[in-house]
Nanobody
Framework: QVQLVESGGGLVQAGGSLRLSCAAS????????MGWFRQAPGKERDFVAGPTWIGGSSYYADSVKGRFTISRDNAKNTLYLQMNSLKPEDTAVYYC????????????WGKGTLVTVSS
């Protein structure tokens, strides 16, 4: 079992920055890939950043490319999402996910952290 806890969300003005964190516990951190998804009000949950399959290079959704950066610190069992130049359309609940195979088959989800970007 893997437990994922996100933090770092909040209210920010357009153009600002936030860094989300996801602390993982349970099984060995290095044994799975991790990524970030988001779900805006009334919309489906979308894959935002992370490897599309374990061992692969990081994917970024077109809408965040050049503005968001995913990273992980294996020593701290923590995944990060640095979000710069935030836009109102980035408003969503952001979820951390862990998967053993690919991002289409997530094995574990965090509970999410809300990011609100005001115009």
């Amino acid at each position: 079992q893997v437990q994922l806890v996100e933090s770092g969300g909040g209210l920010v003005q357009a153009g600002g920055s936030l860094r989300l964190s996801c602390a993982a516990s349970g099984r060995t951190f290095n044994n799975y890939a991790m990524g970030w998804f988001r779900q805006a009000p009334g919309k489906e949950r979308d894959f935002v950043a992370g490897p599309t399959w374990i061992g692969g290079s990081s994917y970024y959704a077109d809408s965040v490319k050049g503005r968001f950066t995913i990273s992980r610190d294996n020593a701290k069992n923590t995944l990060y999402l640095q979000m710069n130049s935030l836009k109102p359309e980035d408003t969503a609940v952001y979820y951390c996910a862990a998967y053993y195979s690919n991002a289409a088959t997530v094995n574990y989800w965090g509970k999410g952290t809300l990011v609100t970007v005001s115009s």
